[in-house]
């Protein structure tokens, strides 16, 4: 397994076309007699992003003499891309993807994971995420082989109001239940929005509002082929996400208008993606904190949230704490420039970690927390990291040391419906044709829920049998 990567700042505007996108994987060195390079390809995309990246391989280049293609690509253009190059021989070295893109390229034959195990057995898997690493775990010839090296991600956090809790008398929710039952009391007492979540039926935020309650309920999509969504515990699930949905006073939202309503003031709780963080604080200018307070303290927001990082699931249940999020993770393509790939893999998991994660630092929290000898360097030094290339503010500046070490154990459990097993393509399926959101409607209309799993239930199998 090998790659190869320059640095080029007109990869920005890269079009998704395959002939270009082949085009920016070049002649090999040995075809142009210049020195060792790889092409990267990266979802980061933003030009300042880009811009990051770049520099972190600059730095690499200084180091070891090999250059870096940075080439932005979004998944959806990888995916085409990869399997296009894999055909002509023309493919990247080094690719930053998600986790579900990586075990579906590895079924497909696309990737060397050689090189990956050389990696790995460097940077040591003890020092690793487990789910991330079961997130990208693969059976070769019967055998788990880790198809990539995980880096990074971000996970579903509760930003709650501490000041509207406490008015309403309401204690801060450690469970899916309690969650339900702080967001009624909230709506109850104080006559707002008791949670902001995407509740929209049939919609992706709705795809993703369930998986992330469902799953933080104990509920599981598919077992070892079984379709589960009608479970016991994913019925009592049901429940609570009606409980969540009815605590508005505002209808329905999607991911855009939950966080408007949050930064407004109008809901006591939020579900979002660690991307708020640096909202709440007013150091996005794109997205400033709008509530009443705000005008006179554009800080209130971040000075009256409480995070809950991870929810735990239900008592008495042997299942471990499940929190939707995403994570990344660096594959090699076959008939890639395989030592170069791994020593760049080695440098930004290593000594190029921190800088890395710096390009976008709410939303790349690290999946290899340190090393043997140091088990927390890494995250300890993403809290320390500026909001992004262009804020110098810092999670632990902002928050605290003990938000850096709560988004440790939001990582820690993060995971996906049939992630790391068979049952990914099937729960992909489910997630991307938004199957369980078309249920929500007879769910908020009053249906009893354990029908309404049932449907879903019926649903799913429909899907797995179409497959």
Not at 369 to 382: C, I, K, M, R, V
Request: hydrophobic share 40%; proline share 5%; net charge negative.
């Amino acid at each position: 397994m090998h790659r190869r990567i320059r640095s080029s700042a007109v990869v920005v505007a890269l079009t998704t076309a395959a002939a270009t996108l082949l085009a920016a994987c070049g002649p090999s060195a040995e075809q142009e007699g210049q020195a060792e390079a790889i092409t990267f390809w990266t979802p980061q995309s933003t030009p300042e992003r880009v811009a990051a990246q770049e520099a972190v391989a600059e730095r690499f280049t200084e180091e070891t003499g090999i250059e870096v293609d940075v080439v932005p690509l979004a998944a959806a253009d990888q995916d085409q891309a990869l399997v296009t190059g894999a055909a002509s021989g023309e493919v990247p070295d080094v690719i930053l993807a998600g986790a579900s893109q990586v075990t579906s390229w590895q079924s497909q034959g696309l990737l060397d994971t050689d090189v990956v195990q050389e990696a790995m057995d460097t940077l040591d898997p003890a020092t690793f995420n487990e789910n991330a690493l079961s997130a990208v775990t693969v059976l070769e010839d019967g055998t788990e082989t880790v198809a990539a090296v995980p880096s990074d991600g971000w996970v579903h956090l509760i930003a709650y109001r501490t000041d509207l809790l406490e008015e309403a008398g309401a204690e801060v929710p450690t469970t899916v239940a309690e969650l339900a039952e702080t967001a009624t009391t909230v709506k109850d007492e104080l006559g707002i929005t008791g949670i902001a979540l995407g509740t929209q039926s049939g919609t992706a935020s709705g795809t993703e509002g369930i998986e992330s309650i469902f799953q933080s309920a104990g509920c599981e999509l598919v077992n070892n082929g079984e379709v589960t969504i009608d479970s016991p515990e994913c019925t009592e699930a049901a429940g609570y996400f009606k409980e969540l949905r009815d605590s508005s006073v505002a209808g329905d939202y999607d991911v855009e208008s939950a966080r408007a309503a949050y930064m407004a003031g109008d809901a006591a709780m939020l579900l979002f993606s660690t991307h708020i963080l640096d909202e709440l604080a007013n150091l996005d200018e794109a997205v400033p904190p709008s509530c009443q307070e705000c005008a006179d303290d554009p800080a209130f927001l971040a000075e009256s949230s409480g995070f809950i990082t991870v929810l735990e699931p239900p008592a008495g249940s042997a299942q471990e704490p499940a929190q939707f999020g995403a994570t990344l993770a660096y594959a090699v393509p076959a008939r890639a420039d395989t030592d170069e790939a791994r020593q760049y893999i080695e440098y930004v998991m290593g000594e190029g970690y921190a800088d890395t994660l710096a390009v976008a630092t709410e939303g790349r929290l690290p999946l290899r927390t340190g090393t043997a000898g140091s088990p927390t360097e890494y995250l300890d030094a993403w809290g320390g990291l500026g909001f992004g290339p262009k804020v110098e503010s810092s999670v632990a500046e902002v928050y605290g040391d003990d938000l850096v070490t709560a988004m440790g154990e939001g990582m820690a459990a993060v995971s996906r419906w049939g992630q790391g097993t068979p049952d990914a393509t099937l729960a992909g399926l489910v997630s991307t044709q938004g199957t369980l959101a078309q249920q929500l409607e007879p769910l908020y209309r009053g249906t009893d829920p354990a029908e309404v799993t049932q449907q879903m239930a019926a649903d799913v199998t429909a899907l797995q049998q179409d497959q």
